[in-house]
């Protein structure tokens, strides 16, 4: 094994200098020919951006109930906006938008199973400005509006004929 050649090297320092980068690129060659050998050499295509585009999901994490700026964001990172949402999508496996949209919904649920708010109040607390927006999100990801996550919700805000959720069944 190639590995322990190289472990050998560290008694004889005078031929570890000529050695080892023939053991170590050895090394690499039966890493990319091996079984995992796809997945590094995806992962070293993508080079220098996988730092990036981790600073990137960091900031859509600690920022997500703010409006998202791609054209910013892939300026901040020093990447082109479509060099950005191609790299994001090969690592995230969603768009940027994508991203923020699960993470607020997420936010969301959390909130209208922990705080005693209504479903239009959680959307707002995670960035929606539309609360009808907001609610079919949620049960796009969901499979049900955002009232059904947590059964005293309805009672909670005294639902009655004619209303949905305790507001107007048109709103």
Known sequence: MPQCGLVRLLDSPAEERV????????????LLMGEQGNRLR??????????????????????????????SLARKL??????FHHHFKTVTAMSPLQFQKQLRLQEARR?????????ASAGYQVGYDDAS?????YKRLFGQPPCATWSGCARRRG?????????????
Do not use: C, K
């Open 19 to 30: 050695l080892r980068p023939l053991i170590t690129r050895e090394i690499v060659y039966r």
């Open 78 to 83: 020093g990447m082109s906006v479509s060099g």
């Open 42 to 71: 995806h992962l070293a295509l993508l080079g220098g951006h996988t730092d990036r585009i981790a600073e990137a999901v960091e900031r859509l994490r600690r920022d997500f109930d703010q409006p998202l700026r791609i054209e």
């Open 159 to 171: 639902d009655r004929p004619g209303l949905r959720g305790g507001v107007p069944a048109a709103w």
């Open 111 to 119: 909130i209208l199973f922990g705080e005693n708010v209504d479903a």
């Open 133 to 137: 927006q907001f609610s079919r999100e």
